[in-house]
């Protein structure tokens, strides 16, 4: 019957599972490399559940007032992957909830690569206090930061240089309240920041955009700074760095493709569960994505072009037997070049 999928069959299974976070982090523990770089980062969800704690009254990312609870993620920079999270009240956006999470993840000896937003004297210090190692972009009005460096068109004052994406980034070693800093500069992202700037110098729809201005902010434009307490070198520091862009792009897949931006849910443990197989769909898509990136389709297809095409798979029952139903020839074709076996080599096609 459909009693297993009623409203009432539901809410009590996510209320079951939700009770049973200890199993849960033992599941997430199993994707996370003790040694491992992370990535900390959070994501406001909005919810109007007045039931629970965590919602809360708070300023989110898109910098506005909503209430909304706080999940803090995990990322696994070598397995490219959400890993871990932690439900915390909308309110709590410091890096005190960092040690919790090291702890309960089972990270021993990781080193957190963290945004700029978390930036502060007081966040700084306790990290230290934590004793937490860690690689953090600086804002680039951070006292201390001599651009000056990098006004010479030989870059003669820069400590060195590398290739990243067939670029040379140049680099320079700083002491800023007694953690090293490494200041970057990517003259390919400086001309693209000059030229974005100079445009909107000249749109009259744009008048807080001056020849002042461009002179003040034209040193900085291309750079990228870091305190690092790693113990990693330049090159190193900035690759780690670096990959926080997946965390950008799977904070978006979870947000607008498996569309969890909101929480319906009146109480705690549900809460819990619905982000728990939340978890689970965002690595079921990032392995989606990593078949199509194997078979080399990924000019032609994106992941969720292959949920489509699985959600259309059906199965029927003949002669008391469950037999795949037909499938559609582009989709057929998508789901072996990804290399999955979804029918039987005589399959009823």
């Known amino acids: 019957g459909s009693r297993g999928l009623s409203p009432n069959a539901l809410s009590g299974f996510l209320r079951e599972l939700g009770s049973r976070r200890d199993r849960m982090t033992d599941f ?25 704690d965590y919602p809360q009254l708070t300023r989110t990312k898109k910098g506005t007032f909503d209430t909304a609870v706080n999940i803090m993620w995990i990322f696994n920079c070598a397995k490219h992957l959400p890993v871990y999270y932690r439900l915390m009240p909308g309110s709590i956006k ?36 934590l004793g937490i190692k860690f690689i953090m972009a600086l804002k680039r009005s951070t006292k201390g930061l001599d651009y000056s460096v990098f006004s010479s068109r030989t870059n003669e004052a820069a400590d060195g240089a590398f290739l990243y994406q067939k670029r040379p ?5 700083f002491e800023i309240e007694g953690h090293e800093v490494y200041l970057y500069l990517d003259e390919n992202r400086r001309n693209d920041e000059s030229e974005d700037y100079m445009r909107r110098v000249f749109d009259p729809d744009q008048e807080k955009y001056t020849m002042e201005g461009y002179r003040a902010k034209a040193l900085q434009f291309g750079t990228l700074a870091v305190m690092n307490t790693s113990g990693k070198d330049a090159e190193h520091a900035y690759l780690d760095y670096k ?16 569309e969890a931006d909101h929480s319906y849910m009146q109480d705690e443990k549900s809460l819990e569960a619905w982000t728990f197989i939340c978890l689970i769909a965002l690595q079921w898509y990032y392995g989606l994505g990593e078949r199509l990136r194997k078979a080399e389709l990924t000019s032609r297809y994106a992941p969720m072009d292959m949920v489509r095409s699985l959600s259309r798979v059906r199965t029927v029952r003949v002669n008391k037997k469950w037999f795949p139903a037909e499938i559609m020839k582009k989709d057929r074709q998508l789901v072996k070049a990804a290399g999955l076996h979804i029918t039987p080599d005589s399959g009823i096609l």
């Open 169 to 173: 980034i140049w680099w320079k070693r």
């Open 28 to 52: 997430m523990r199993s994707y996370i490399d003790p040694c491992d770089n992370i990535i900390f980062d959070g994501t406001d969800q909005l919810s109007a559940s007045r039931c629970m």
């Open 94 to 129: 410091d890096v005190s909830a960092f040690k919790v999470c090291i702890e309960d993840s089972g990270l021993h000896d990781g080193v957190a690569i963290i945004d700029k937003g978390f930036q502060s004297s007081s966040n700084i210090a306790r990290l230290d206090e």
């Open 243 to 258: 990959t926080r862009g997946d965390v950008e792009q799977a904070i978006d897949a979870f947000k607008n493709i498996i």
